[in-house]
């Protein structure tokens, strides 16, 4: 099963994965990792090590990121090689519930699931 850290701003990645467990129940091998203004990018780096290895998988670990180029995505670049990490952004609540709901899946394909739930999921209505 594919590891997932939720990655972001404040408790934006905690309220997200609150409310996805009010859909689809308790989430298991699940980390949250928020980043707080106060807190310095070496803190950050740190908290998401420690996610990480926490959370080691040998079927990999996707990392959900709020947007791309703030401290959070940038961070979890910076890690990115050295713990084999697949990173997505523009985390989203449809996108989350894919990545939970087809882990057992190999980490490319899963990845492929979820960015094109996240696309799927953005819709104008009239």
Not at 29 to 50: A, G, H
Not at 63 to 92: E, R, Y
Request: hydrophobic share 45%; glycine share 6%.
């Amino acid at each position: 099963m594919v590891g997932l850290i939720i990655v972001g701003h404040g408790d934006f990645p905690r309220i997200l994965v609150n409310s996805a467990e009010e859909i689809v129940g308790p989430i298991e091998r699940l980390k949250v990792v928020s980043f707080y203004s106060q807190e310095t990018k070496d803190r950050c780096r740190v908290n998401l090590k420690r996610a990480i290895k926490n959370l080691e998988s040998p079927d990999g670990i996707l990392l959900l990121v709020d947007m791309f180029g703030g401290t959070p995505c940038n961070v979890s670049i910076s890690l990115q090689k050295a713990f084999h990490l697949k990173i997505i952004t523009g985390l989203n609540l449809p996108m989350l519930l894919e990545a939970v709901l087809h882990r057992e899946k190999e980490i490319l394909k899963l990845t492929k699931i979820v960015k094109e739930s996240a696309a799927k999921s953005i819709i104008e209505t009239w």
